[in-house]
């Protein structure tokens, strides 16, 4: 319960929207691919492109470039560092994110997140994603 309380704590002392940047998410996904996994990172990438779509309610977009400012960050609940449980935070944010935009991940966004990361990691990466 203590715990619980800190990390509410945390998250609500730091405004992780204001940390969203385009170029930060790119930075962190070419430095974070080993340690986040290519998953994460696709799921990152997907909530990026829905927030180009113009239909997407601007509530959504707030939600998703807080989960990406989260992402972004390297002040976490868990250290980014932290062996096997690292990025377990980051995955919560992605993932509640992700719920919240489901109606907006179309084949258009599943496209877009698949062709960048084939820019940035190649194409032999993108049989990893099946």
Same mark, same amino acid.
């Given at each position: 319960?203590?715990n *619980?309380?800190? *990390?509410? *704590?945390?998250?609500?002392?730091?405004n992780?929207?204001?940390?969203? $940047?385009? $170029?930060g998410?790119?930075?962190?996904?070419k430095?974070?691919?080993?340690?986040?996994g290519?998953?994460?990172?696709?799921?990152?990438?997907?909530?990026?492109?829905?927030?180009?779509?113009?239909?997407?309610?601007m509530?959504?977009?707030?939600a998703?470039?807080?989960?990406?400012?989260y992402f972004? $960050?390297?002040?976490?609940?868990?250290?980014?560092?932290?062996?096997?449980?690292?990025? $377990?935070?980051?995955?919560?944010a992605?993932?509640?994110?992700?719920?919240?935009?489901?109606?907006?991940i179309?084949?258009?966004?599943?496209?877009k997140?698949?062709?960048k990361?084939?820019?940035?990691?190649? *194409?032999?990466?993108?049989?990893?994603?099946n």
């Amino acid at each position: 319960m203590a715990n *619980e309380k800190v *990390e509410v *704590e945390i998250l609500d002392k730091e405004n992780y929207a204001e940390k969203y $940047s385009e $170029s930060g998410l790119f930075d962190k996904i070419k430095n974070t691919v080993k340690s986040a996994g290519l998953k994460l990172i696709h799921e990152a990438l997907q909530l990026f492109y829905v927030t180009e779509n113009p239909n997407c309610p601007m509530k959504i977009k707030a939600a998703i470039f807080a989960a990406l400012g989260y992402f972004i $960050s390297p002040f976490d609940v868990i250290p980014d560092f932290t062996p096997i449980v690292g990025y $377990s935070d980051d995955a919560g944010a992605i993932a509640l994110a992700l719920c919240l935009a489901q109606l907006y991940i179309d084949d258009e966004v599943k496209r877009k997140a698949r062709n960048k990361i084939a820019d940035i990691f190649g *194409e032999n990466v993108l049989s990893e994603l099946n």
